[in-house]
Nanobody
Framework: QVQLVESGGGLVQAGDSLRLSCAASGRRFSRDAMGWFRQAPGKEREFVSAITWNGFTDYADSVKGRFTISRDNTKNTLYLQMNSLKPEDTAVYYC??????????????????WGQGTQASVSS
């Protein structure tokens, strides 16, 4: 059974940092794209960042320059380093894993597996 388990969320002040982790089990994702999405209260889920199996990355404009996605294939773990956090970054953050390298990594439908989410809250 494949599981993705996020951790690292919390309550911080504007300007602070958080590092989210997503530990995968039940399948090795070393050859698959992975990504982060988020959903704020009352809003639709939105793309945050994605990384291919060989390390190419993509970011939403709203987080570019502040967030860094990375992966450790030896640990089967995905990370999201979030710096210079803003109140508008407050959301539940979900990690997702695709099968292979879908062409459109910014859409949720490209991903097969999802975590349960971790809350990140940023106060002003």
């Amino acid at each position: 059974q494949v599981q993705l388990v996020e951790s690292g969320g919390g309550l911080v002040q504007a300007g602070d940092s958080l590092r989210l982790s997503c530990a995968a089990s039940g399948r090795r994702f070393s050859r698959d794209a992975m990504g982060w999405f988020r959903q704020a209260p009352g809003k639709e889920r939105e793309f945050v960042s994605a990384i291919t199996w060989n390390g190419f990355t993509d970011y939403a404009d709203s987080v570019k320059g502040r967030f860094t996605i990375s992966r450790d294939n030896t640990k089967n773990t995905l990370y999201l380093q979030m710096n210079s956090l803003k109140p508008e970054d407050t959301a539940v953050y979900y990690c997702a894993a695709a099968l292979g390298q879908p062409p459109r990594l910014r859409i949720g439908a490209s991903y097969m597996y999802w975590g349960q989410g971790t809350q990140a809250s940023v106060s002003s």
